[in-house]
């Protein structure tokens, strides 16, 4: 399968790289491990005049920098040197079980990126096909057309979905983004970055890149894990995803923070659900209780966008919630 | 009119030589290696990611050359499953793939190959869960899987010297 023709452009800094942007804007796209754009572009769901590598700029970019109150992880750090980091490894283990629950080992973990994962697209049955399987049907918002297939006639809106594992986790982690342009920088939360928009589903300018992400400096007492359920235990996106933050002192919990994958534009964060945890003990009964609720808040998002029924995906929220915040609990409780 | 289409130089040394060709700059290096440099061992079984028969090592890490430009190998070493007999003989993970009849139809064996080199370069004597979860990303629709499992489970046993099965 073939690529269509674009430039190639591998600027040797990041202020090169900014100004090749800021003048190519929306015409080109940067390229980083290309598991996500280059599969978009073999199936004509984009079309860059030029790609701009960021290969060159990985050893300024990549790599996990602690400073005095928060971490600093470079954009280009790959999925493999995330997840091995010591720190991560050791303390954020549900960072650790989401990046590596991405795809498989030879695919990308060596060669994509956490940026990447972040930047990728929303997905959706009807979107990522072949142009020839597409060609049957007319374009939705996210092509640019004027109606969402799954979403039905009264659909205003694409309702494809995150199913990026590590924004489903370092959500839930409470993570911010640094966006930099040759304007200048900001920061930006990842509730805020991820826009809940499928056709534009991140804040990024045209000029912008992604340097790194902000990360709170992992406290005692908290526990993290990450849920995925998917076809197989290899290579297939989440068809589901919790990804889950707790954390308990004194043996009740002062902070629980969850976000769903692959049920909404962004990763989806319950917190009406999860708010009645505070100042409880983690107790089975409670965690159930926060469980049910999320499935509750989360039946409205479900329709049929993915590959498994959304009647299952809506069963499998409380499921798949109550796995996280037992798993979280027992983290945040000292265990493994 | 249409633009200008310029093409650039791509040179990097491929099983050990060095090459210099002029190719398009979105061409992958699954096409540079199966159609400009003839090495067909590489397979494109999906083209999109999927299916792991155009694994090859650039720079020592696996990637999939179907998704992968070749621009972004350019000065890098990649090694094929071409460059993996060495002077006539077949490597160890080829013999023993071939002893443990991990090879059926064989289109999956050069990522399958691949993936071997990899993980055995990181980890000499992998359990089975670490050789599961490494060829994970490859598909073979004629083993069932065993045989491959067990080619390379029986290369981390073999201590060095007595590895010719
Ligand atoms: C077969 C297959 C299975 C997959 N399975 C999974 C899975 O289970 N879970 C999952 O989450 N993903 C999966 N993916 C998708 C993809 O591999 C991952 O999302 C990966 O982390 C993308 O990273 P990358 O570096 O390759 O991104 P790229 O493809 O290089 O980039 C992705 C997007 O972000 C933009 N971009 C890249 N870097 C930056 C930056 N620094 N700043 C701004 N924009 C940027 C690019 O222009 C592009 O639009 C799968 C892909 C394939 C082909
Ligand atoms: S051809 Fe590259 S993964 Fe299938
Ligand atoms: S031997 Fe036929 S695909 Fe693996």
Redesign the pocket.
Same mark, same amino acid.
């Given at each position: 399968m073939s690529l269509p023709y674009f430039e190639y452009l591998a600027p040797q800094g990041l202020a090169e790289a900014l100004e090749l942007k800021a003048l190519w804007g929306q015409r080109a796209?940067?390229?980083?491990?290309? &598991?996500?754009? @280059?599969?978009r572009a073999k199936q004509g769901l984009?079309s860059p005049e030029a790609v701009i590598s960021?290969k060159n700029l990985s050893p300024k970019l990549s790599g996990l920098r602690e400073e005095a109150d928060h971490l600093r992880l470079g954009?280009?750090t790959t @999925?493999h040197q995330a997840l091995n980091h010591p720190l991560i490894a050791r303390e954020l283990p549900g960072l650790a079980e989401a990046l590596s $629950?991405?795809? $498989?080992p030879t695919?990308?973990q060596r060669? $994509?990126?956490?940026?990447?994962?972040l930047?990728?697209?929303t997905r959706c049955l009807h979107y990522n096909q072949s142009a020839l399987w597409r060609a049957g049907l007319a374009p939705c918002f996210k092509l640019g057309g004027e109606l969402c297939h799954p979403g039905g006639a009264t659909a205003d809106r694409c309702r494809s979905t995150c199913? &990026?594992?590590? $924004?489903v986790m370092l959500t839930a982690l409470g993570a911010s983004v640094v966006l930099q342009s040759s304007a200048g920088q900001r920061a930006l939360a990842l509730s805020d970055f991820f826009t809940g928009q499928g056709e534009r589903p991140q804040d990024?300018a045209p000029d912008?890149? @992604?340097?790194h992400i902000i990360l709170e400096r992992p406290e005692p007492g908290l526990g993290t894990t990450y849920i995925k359920m998917?076809s197989r235990g290899a290579?297939?996106?989440?068809l589901l995803s919790a990804g889950a933050a707790l954390r308990v002192e004194g043996g009740l919990v002062t902070s629980a923070r969850l976000a769903l994958g692959a049920v909404f534009a962004a990763p989806l964060v319950l917190k009406t659900a999860m708010d009645p945890l505070l100042g409880l003990p983690p107790t089975p009964e409670n965690l159930a209780q926060a469980a049910a609720q999320a499935g509750r808040d989360a039946a409205p998002f479900m329709i049929e966008n993915h590959s498994a029924p959304a009647a299952w995906r809506a069963q499998m929220v409380p499921v798949a919630v109550e796995r996280a915040l037992a798993k979280a609990a027992q983290r945040a409780l000292g265990g493994v | 009119m249409d633009k200008p289409r310029p093409k650039q130089i791509f040179s990097a040394q491929v099983n050990g030589q060095w090459v210099e060709l002029l190719i398009a700059p979105q061409e992958t290096l699954l096409e540079v290696l199966r159609d400009h440099l003839e090495l067909t061992g590489s397979k494109e079984g999906c083209g999109?990611?999927?299916c792991g028969a155009c694994t090859v090592l650039v720079d020592n890490q696996p990637r999939r050359a179907c998704?992968t430009l070749a621009l972004e190998a350019q000065g890098l070493p990649v090694l094929t499953v071409e460059g993996l007999a060495q002077g006539g003989e077949l490597s160890r993970e080829q013999r023993s793939f071939i002893a443990h009849g991990a090879i059926q139809c064989g289109y999956c064996a050069p990522g399958m190959l691949m993936a071997t080199r990899d993980l055995l370069s990181r980890q000499p004597t992998p359990g089975e869960e670490a050789i599961r979860r490494q060829i994970s990303g490859h598909v073979c629709r004629c083993t069932g899987y065993a045989k491959i499992v067990e080619a390379v489970a029986a290369l981390g046993q073999a201590s060095p010297g007595e590895d010719r099965p």
């Open positions: 796209a940067w390229l980083s491990g290309g &598991s996500d754009l @280059l599969v984009v960021l954009a280009q @999925l $629950a991405i795809g $498989a695919l990308q060669v $994509a990126t956490v940026g990447g994962n930047c990728a697209q199913q &990026s594992d590590g $924004a990024l912008e890149l @992604l340097t998917a290579m297939d996106f989440p | 999109e990611g999927v998704l």
